[in-house]
C-alpha cells in the first residue's frame, strides 16, 4: 500500500487567494503528478515531475505551477485561485519509468473556491 | 493516439449480483499495460490491478475477475456477488508511450442492499 499525502482534505477559499496544495510520499518514488477531477468525469494530468527539479505541464494546461525541491515533496501552487478552479486536486507517485508500475494516489483535495 | 473508453457511465445492482464493468482501449504501441483503480467515496484512487499487453490470460483474484481480450481492444472487470462496499467509481487506464497514463471517464457503480 502506498504513503502518500495530501493536505488539506478539504479548502473553501476566497476568490484572488494564494494558495498551496501539499502533497507528500514516503516511498522515496522519482516521479509525481498531479491530476485535476471534476465530478463524475475523468482524470486530467496538469503537471508531472521525473525527480528532483524536474517539472512538465500535462495535457490539461492549468495556472497551477509546481515545484520539485525534495524527492518525497511536491507541492502545487494557485497565485490567484477564481471559481474556475473549483475541483478535487489528486497527486499520484510512480518509482520507475516501465509502464507496468501503477501510479499510486493520495487521498485528493477538495478545492472550493468562491 | 491512446485512448480509454468506458461507455458505462453508472451502473445499479442490487446486491449479490454480478456485475460487469466494460473498457475498451486504442493504442498503435505494441507494448501497453492496463490497469484498473476504484474510487472510493473517500476520493483516492486505489490500484486494483495491471496487464501487460502480451498476457491475455485472464485472472480471477476473489471476487475480482478480469478479462482481457486484445483481439477486441478490450480489459474488462467482473465483479461476483456484489456488496455494497463495492460501490464506487472504477477507472480503467491504459500505461503507453512515454509513461504516461491514460484514464477513462469511470463507471460509477452503486451496490443497493
Known amino acids: 500500500e502506498a504513503d502518500i499525502y495530501q493536505t488539506p482534505r478539504y479548502l473553501v477559499i476566497g476568490t484572488g487567494k494564494k494558495i498551496t496544495l501539499e502533497c507528500s510520499q514516503t516511498m522515496g518514488h522519482d516521479k509525481m503528478y498531479w491530476y485535476q477531477q471534476d465530478p463524475g468525469m475523468e482524470l486530467h494530468l496538469i503537471h508531472y515531475s521525473y525527480g528532483v527539479n524536474s517539472t512538465e505541464k500535462g495535457d490539461l494546461s492549468s495556472e497551477s505551477t509546481v515545484s520539485r525541491i525534495r524527492t518525497e515533496h511536491f507541492p502545487l501552487t494557485l497565485e490567484s485561485a477564481r471559481p474556475s478552479h473549483t475541483s478535487q486536486y489528486l497527486c499520484?507517485?510512480?518509482?520507475?519509468?516501465?509502464?507496468?508500475?501503477?501510479?499510486?494516489f493520495g487521498p485528493g483535495t477538495r478545492l472550493l473556491v468562491l | 493516439a491512446q485512448k480509454v473508453t468506458q461507455a458505462q457511465t453508472e451502473i445499479s445492482v442490487v446486491e449479490k449480483e454480478d456485475v460487469t464493468l466494460d473498457c475498451v482501449y486504442e493504442t498503435r504501441d505494441t507494448t501497453y499495460y492496463l490497469f484498473w483503480y476504484k474510487q472510493p467515496p473517500s476520493g483516492e484512487l486505489v490500484f486494483l490491478i495491471r496487464r501487460n499487453s502480451f498476457d491475455e490470460q485472464n485472472e480471477i483474484s476473489g471476487r475480482y475477475s478480469w478479462n482481457f481480450q486484445k483481439s477486441t481492444s478490450s480489459f474488462n472487470f467482473t465483479i461476483t456477488a456484489s456488496q455494497v462496499v463495492d460501490s464506487a467509481v472504477y477507472f480503467c487506464a491504459l500505461s503507453g508511450t512515454g509513461n504516461q497514463f491514460y484514464f477513462g471517464t469511470g463507471t460509477s457503480l452503486t451496490v443497493i442492499p
Open positions: 499520484a507517485s510512480s518509482d520507475s519509468w516501465m509502464l507496468s508500475v501503477p501510479q499510486y
